[in-house]
């Protein structure tokens, strides 16, 4: 498959410095800047759109990549909530940082870059268990919501997860 040979040749480092934080890191601009002469190689097109989503009284960004060529496209998304407040940020810059941070994601997932070692994913206002607490709340079918659990099982005992994941199955039952 195309896509295949895509993400094995993609190759996009961490060329961003977050001084404040000590850590480099890559942006969306940074995968796309890489990628896109790939899939022109490829034949392959790309499309990236975004939707806002109310989901358990929060508002989240879904981001979502689709490829195209000549087999069934190829489709990843990826969610990221909007803070209520930041401090020097509008409500349109708080929209467009969710944006790019779920996009970056769901580019991350289309082309298989891991970023579990990235300073930027573990900084003070994210926690492994908000994110699956988040995971839980976006699935988008029992299958997946199942999966979830399954990839969760160390917070199982955990009541926010437990609750999250309860209530979502009798959203999508």
Not at 31 to 39: N, S
Not at 147 to 160: C, D, L, P
């Amino acid at each position: 498959m195309k896509l295949l040979e895509v993400q094995k040749k993609l190759k996009a480092p961490k060329n961003q410095r977050n001084s404040f934080g000590n850590y480099n890191y890559r942006s969306a601009e940074d995968i796309l800047e890489a990628v896109k002469p790939l899939l022109a190689e490829a034949g392959l097109t790309m499309t990236i759109t975004d939707s806002i989503e109310a989901i358990g009284g929060r508002v989240y960004v879904k981001a979502t990549v689709t490829i195209k060529g000549d087999d069934e496209p190829v489709v990843v998304s990826a969610f990221a909530r909007e803070s209520e407040t930041k401090k020097g940020m509008d409500a349109s810059q708080i929209t467009g940082a969710a944006s790019s941070y779920a996009r970056k994601y769901a580019l991350n997932g289309m082309f298989l870059i891991d970023d579990t070692k990235d300073a930027d994913t573990m900084d003070n206002t994210t926690d492994p268990v908000q994110d699956a607490v988040i995971a839980a709340e976006t699935a988008e079918t029992v299958e997946a919501l199942r999966a979830i659990w399954e990839r969760n099982g160390k917070y199982h005992a955990n009541k926010t997860f437990c609750d999250a994941v309860n209530a979502r199955k009798k959203e999508l039952s």
